[in-house]
């Protein structure tokens, strides 16, 4: 046993990643790998019940799943998640996930999950007549891939929190119910992240649905049309008008990709010394640069298909493993082991 602390952390399937994917998250996974004994899924289970996946009538898009999870495998690698270091799986190639989601699922009280922001705005939000059980029981799930591998941190965005503090909850109830601290008390760890806007509007996240997104997968003349098409301070018409860097999509990202000019950019712009058109042409620049290499390496894996099933596979073994010898726990104080 390695006196490593355990990180569990899952990421649904949404195809190729963004910059807000990538450095919001993916980046500070790479980190940790070293400090931690970490384990990556992609959660292909939780994806179903998202009603991003549905048509009207709620059918469940799994046509593209399959592609989905190999692109952002191909993305997670090329970012630099380890299989030496890390454990890098898909949720359901460990069924005992599902095993430990449906024990969780007998102590979970329904007031928790009905309470649940997260489950409330999606309601709204989609406008959903007819909620799943899937979709109510998210939560429970998630607390299942936290627990099964005993994870004590789960870096995660502020919108998750409620979830982990939900799988801290289950933990604690089900160590409570059986009288022995099977599950550590799972945390949030909330890293202060840079904040990557939307193409077309500063106090936005970027997202996939939205469109306007560049991804580690776009080439260095779609980042070059993507950055001209970024959302600049509509009060600066001429290039030597005064601008407002603050509102501005570009400084947003020159803050992130060129942050040793960052006060000579903010100076030139309000003073009316820097053009829009230059400034978009500096930031493509930079970030085709900061780019390259995961770039390169993307389409290098992107080439050895078979190594990428290779490595989800030999994870999976590795997750299966921990998540038995849980579950053999579990069921022992459940005294379910007959
Ligand atoms: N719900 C998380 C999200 O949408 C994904 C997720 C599923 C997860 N299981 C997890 C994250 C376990 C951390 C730990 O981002």
């Known amino acids: 046993m390695s006196a490593k ?8 399937p ?8 990538l450095i919001g998250a993916l980046e500070n996974w790479v980190k940790l790998q070293d400090e931690y004994q970490c384990f990556y899924f992609i959660v292909d289970w939780h994806s179903l019940t998202t009603p991003g ?3 009207s009538v709620g059918y469940q898009y799994t046509t593209n799943l399959a592609d989905n999870i190999y692109q952002m495998a191909l993305d997670w690698l090329s970012a630099g998640l380890d299989p030496n270091k890390s454990t890098i799986f898909i949720q ?3 069924p005992e996930v599902a095993e430990l989601f449906l024990l969780l699922g007998m102590i979970t009280p329904l007031g928790w999950l009905e309470r649940n922001p997260t489950y409330r705005e999606m309601l709204e939000d989609y406008k959903i007549e007819y909620p799943t059980y899937g979709l109510l029981g998210y939560p429970t799930l998630q607390a299942a891939d936290i627990l099964i591998y005993k994870g004590e941190y789960v870096p995660v965005g502020k919108d998750q929190e409620s979830h982990v503090n939900l799988a801290r909850d289950i933990a604690g109830r089900f160590n409570n119910i059986y009288g022995k601290n099977v599950f550590p008390l799972p ?18 996240k ?15 003349e779609e980042t070059v049309e993507r950055v001209k098409s ?11 008008d005064k601008g407002h860097p603050d509102g501005c999509v ?3 990202f020159h803050t992130i990709y060129n942050k040793e000019k960052i006060d000579l950019i903010r100076f030139e712009c309000q003073e009316g010394k820097r053009g829009c058109v230059d400034c978009k042409m500096e930031l493509a620049n930079v970030m085709n640069k900061a780019l390259f290499e995961i770039r390169e390496r993307r389409k290098e894996l992107a080439n050895r298909p078979q190594y990428i099933k290779e490595v989800l596979f030999e994870g999976a073994q590795k997750a299966r493993s921990v998540a038995q010898k849980t579950l053999a726990e579990v069921k022992e104080v459940m005294k379910l082991n007959y």
């Open 187 to 204: 945390e949030a760890l909330l890293t202060q992240m840079p904040k990557v806007p939307s193409l077309d509007n500063p106090n936005r």
């Open 53 to 55: 996946s549905q048509n």
């Open 14 to 21: 949404t195809g190729s990643l963004h910059l807000g994917n």
């Open 206 to 220: 970027m997202s996939k649905s939205s469109g306007n997104y560049i991804a580690i997968a776009h080439s260095p």
């Open 92 to 94: 359901s190639h460990v």
């Open 230 to 240: 970024m959302f600049t301070d509509p009060a600066k018409i001429r290039k030597n």
């Open 5 to 12: 602390k355990v990180i569990t952390s899952g990421m649904r």
């Open 250 to 252: 570009v400084f947003s």
